[in-house]
């Protein structure tokens, strides 16, 4: 943070956000609720504005509580209980809303409760995979890019029918045509951006950052090459056109046999899919029930290399608040890392859900994929 030549102060941030990329390693089924195996069509939660698929915030922050207690366990961080994982009263089970999970994620217990320290957004499509006759290519539109706050200079639209291919694109379409499902755009060669310079703000106290350095992923630099951009308005269209369904077959449970007619299509985020979401943190100590005398204790956690984060939830101690921030972003962190082994949302078993979170703090690109 800049401060412009005044007197240096002491940093004492209320909140430090991070933007995070995730890649689909499987296809993503959030289901919109109550839906019975034997109905038709089990559709994913939409925006409703854009009717664009996303991972509610809700449903991230849930699973990450509980990934985050596993790794508590994992790595034997003190007071953690059962009840801590659900962040509520349930069989007799209360959190104990003093340890780092309860702060990071909030609870409610039988006399106290307390908001979430990390507020995660939605998860939101950024770059969508569509087969076409050259293979798969990545599709996003200007708007898209807005909005996750990935700007250029200005990234350009192009005409109504056509497309944008970025400078050092991979790709090579047949008389510069290009097929997305049934769509069918030519190439606007009037237009340019360039992905290099591509930046995003992440947290609004920093400098914008390279999106092609922020994420040490190879898989990412591949996908960064086979970018096109498509008009705002066919965006929608071309990723519900896109979606992977797949047809299933209901069990009855009584007879543990199909039941008849029982067919049902589903809706996933295929495979390979980009997406992003923010988390907010705030700083604990801002937060007066933290003061309270019950609550006026030190949190623990332990970083990547097993070493020791202590922050004392009283706001009289001298300690920076960037501790108070790592505390709550390696909680968080500990519980994305398992979204590529564990997943989320529904069918697991069928093999879907599992997502990689691209840049978590201290991933190394090892370069041996
Ligand atoms: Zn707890």
């Not at 939409?46 to 509580?65: F, S």
């Not at 569509?130 to 350009?156: C, D, N, Q, R, Y």
């Not at 999106?211 to 960064?224: G, Q, T, Y």
């Not at 090459?225 to 519900?240: E, G, M, S, T, Y």
Request: with cysteine; net charge neutral; proline share 6%.
């Amino acid at each position: 943070m800049s401060n412009g030549g005044k007197e240096e102060e002491k940093k004492n941030e209320i909140y430090s956000q991070k933007k995070y990329f995730a890649l689909a390693l499987d296809p993503v089924h959030i289901g919109t609720g109550g839906y019975r195996i034997g109905r038709v069509d089990n559709t994913i939660v939409r925006e409703p504005a854009t009717e664009l698929p996303k991972i509610p915030g809700t449903t991230i922050e849930g699973v990450c509580r509980n990934y985050a207690y596993l790794k508590a366990k994992e790595k034997k961080i003190e007071g953690v209980t059962p009840g801590c994982a659900k962040g509520k009263v349930k069989d007799d089970k209360e959190p104990c809303g003093r340890c780092a999970i309860c702060i990071t994620f909030g609870y409610a217990g039988k006399d106290s409760a307390l908001q979430a320290m990390a507020l995660f957004s939605d998860a939101r499509i950024l770059l969508f995979p569509v087969a076409t006759m050259i293979g798969p290519v990545w599709v996003t539109s200007p708007m898209v890019l807005k909005e996750a706050g990935i700007e250029e200079k200005e990234i350009p639209e192009p005409q109504d029918d056509g497309f944008i291919l970025p400078e050092g694109s991979n790709l090579k379409p047949p008389e510069e045509k290009l097929n997305f499902g049934w769509l069918l755009l030519k190439q606007d060669n009037n237009k340019k951006t360039n992905t290099s310079s591509w930046k995003y703000v992440d947290d609004p106290n920093e400098e914008p950052k390279l999106l092609e350095n922020v994420i040490p992923d190879n898989i990412f630099k591949r996908i960064f090459k086979r970018i096109v951009i498509v008009p705002d308005h066919l965006f929608p269209q071309i990723v519900n056109s896109n979606l992977e369904v797949r047809t299933s077959v209901a069990i009855d449970p009584e007879r543990g046999a199909a039941e008849e007619g029982a067919l049902f299509t589903y809706e996933a985020i295929p495979r390979g899919t980009v997406l992003w979401f923010d988390v907010v943190y705030q700083n604990p100590r801002y937060f007066p029930a933290l003061k309270d005398k019950t609550l006026n204790k030190t949190l623990k956690w332990k970083d990547k290399n097993g070493k020791d984060i202590e922050v004392a939830t009283n706001e009289n101690t001298s300690d920076d608040d960037n501790g108070a921030f790592s505390l709550l972003k390696a909680c968080v962190e500990d519980g994305l890392s398992l979204f590529q082994f564990l997943g989320v949302g529904g069918m697991s078993s069928r093999g879907f859900g599992r997502i990689k979170v691209l840049n978590l703090e201290g991933d190394k690109n090892d370069g041996k994929h």
